[in-house]
């Protein structure tokens, strides 16, 4: 079992920057693939950008340039570095971990670009 507790969500101006931490329990971190989800209000819950265990990284085109997925194995945490916010941006942002066949989400983490 795997419980997944994200933080560093708020409220910042468009043009900021925020970091998420998503910190895991649980052993074998180093072996799941990770990644942020996000959803707005009446959209569907899109993939933002996943790290595999092997450290290769993926990200939505929407947001290629400015936010930056890692991961620490030694603390059992994943990151996303969210640089040049746009409004558009403001939605929950989950974590997730998959180790086929087990996958595990976060709670969630409201993130608010707004003037």
């Known amino acids: 079992q795997v419980q997944l507790v994200e933080s560093g969500g708020g409220l910042v101006q468009p043009g900021g920057s925020l970091r998420l931490s998503c910190a895991a329990s649980?052993?074998?971190?180093?072996?799941?693939?990770m990644a942020w989800y996000r959803q707005a209000p009446g959209k569907q819950r899109e993939l933002v950008a996943e790290?595999?265990?092997?450290?290769?990284?993926n990200y939505a085109d929407s947001v290629k340039g400015r936010f930056t997925v890692s991961r620490d194995n030694a603390k059992n945490t994943a990151y996303l570095q969210m640089n040049s916010l746009k409004p558009e941006d403001t939605a929950v942002y989950y974590c997730?971990?998959?180790?086929?066949?087990?996958?595990?989400w976060g709670q969630g983490t409201q993130v608010t670009v707004s003037s």
């Open positions: 997730y971990a998959r180790l086929v066949p087990l996958d595990y």
């Open positions: 790290i595999t265990s092997g450290g290769n990284t």
């Open positions: 649980g052993n074998f971190f180093s072996l799941y693939a």
